[in-house]
């Protein structure tokens, strides 16, 4: 794939569509409770987070309450943490997915009495977001415009990879669609075989029955 530096409006409506994917959010955390950020991840994408907590005294040092245990796993069913900390006021984590799935990182306070109220800063970045161009950069000693160019190709390859994924999950959408409508349609075909099964033998049940009576 190739794209020109002589038309830079192409350049500046590939920038401008496709925004790279950065998460960054600010949450409370009760002592003794869990809570869990899921993201979902591509496989074989690099993903880094970082995370601290906010110091509730400027210029004091922090509580000694004031600590998480963090730990990040796959919903894959896998049991292996990729990343675990435990009592840590701040820390960072990354790793490339093996398997595309939803990610969740928890965050744990431990048990305080009186309780405390922790304010965590969590920034989450997956995909081209994840890599570091500024590194890149200054172990490559290339131009300006040559790293421009060299990330903007990686945003393309992303959005590339991203039109792949969706459209296999369109195609198991539509055979899970299909599924379901076989199955809805041989569970119609027998709900109406066994409702004329049931009207036969009333009606032969009945005629035997008048039979019987002498009275047809």
Known sequence: MMISSSNPLFLLLILGIFVTQIESLRFELESGHTKCIAEEIKGHSMTVGKYHI???NDGHPLPDTHKVTVRVT???????AHHYAENVHEGHFSFETAEGADYHTCF????HN????????FEWKSGVAAKDWTNVAKKASVEA???ELKHML?????VHDEMFYLRER???????NRDTSYKLAWMTGLSILICLSVAGLQVWHLKTFF?????I
């Open 54 to 56: 906010v110091n509730p």
């Open 74 to 80: 796959s919903a894959q069913g896998n049991s292996h």
């Open 108 to 111: 744990t306070a431990a048990d």
């Open 114 to 121: 009186p309780p405390v109220k922790l304010t965590i800063d």
């Open 145 to 147: 415009m040559e790293l």
């Open 154 to 158: 990686e945003i393309v390859q992303g």
């Open 170 to 176: 369109e195609e198991e959408m539509q055979e899970l």
């Open 211 to 215: 039979e019987k009576k002498k009275l």
